[in-house]
């Protein structure tokens, strides 16, 4: 089976929610649906970053007029590079947010990785499960 590689990041306080695993690679849900995956994350001024940038795109090309092909072509380019840029925008998110780099981990899928982060960790382990 394949195995991926994950980032840990953690907040100081170690709380549930404060444990977030970001996958390295590519990421389909940020190529399909960029805007709405950002704020999912909330990553707000990336979502506008984004959505400034389409929209950019579209009014220079009504202007140029340049045929839709080429609108096509270049706003799947710009989809195409968000989606390999995601993970990293997306980690430059959450140590802006407090969380720090804990760990790399290569497993089959979150599940298994964030479990394997946790068995490496009991006291961190131990520590979130009192928490909640």
């Not at 990041?9 to 389909?28: I, M, N, P, Q, R």
């Not at 909330?42 to 950019?56: D, E, H, K, N, Y």
């Not at 790399?104 to 068995?119: K, P, S």
Request: charged share 20%; net charge neutral.
């Amino acid at each position: 089976m394949k195995t991926r590689l994950y980032t840990v990041h953690l907040l100081d306080d170690a709380s549930d929610d404060g444990l977030v695993l970001v996958k390295e690679g590519f990421c389909w849900p940020a190529f399909f649906v960029g805007i709405p995956w950002a704020l999912f994350h909330r990553m707000w001024a990336v979502a506008g970053a984004f959505a400034i940038l389409q929209i950019a795109l579209v009014i220079v090309f009504k202007v140029t007029n340049i045929m839709a092909t080429g609108q096509g072509v270049a706003l799947f380019g710009l989809a195409f590079a968000f989606g390999f840029l995601a993970d990293e925008l997306r980690r430059n998110a959450l140590t802006r947010q407090g969380y720090s780099l804990e760990e790399v981990v290569l497993e089959q899928n979150i599940d298994r990785a964030t479990q394997r982060f946790l068995d490496a960790r009991p006291e961190l382990s131990t520590r979130m499960a009192s928490r909640s």
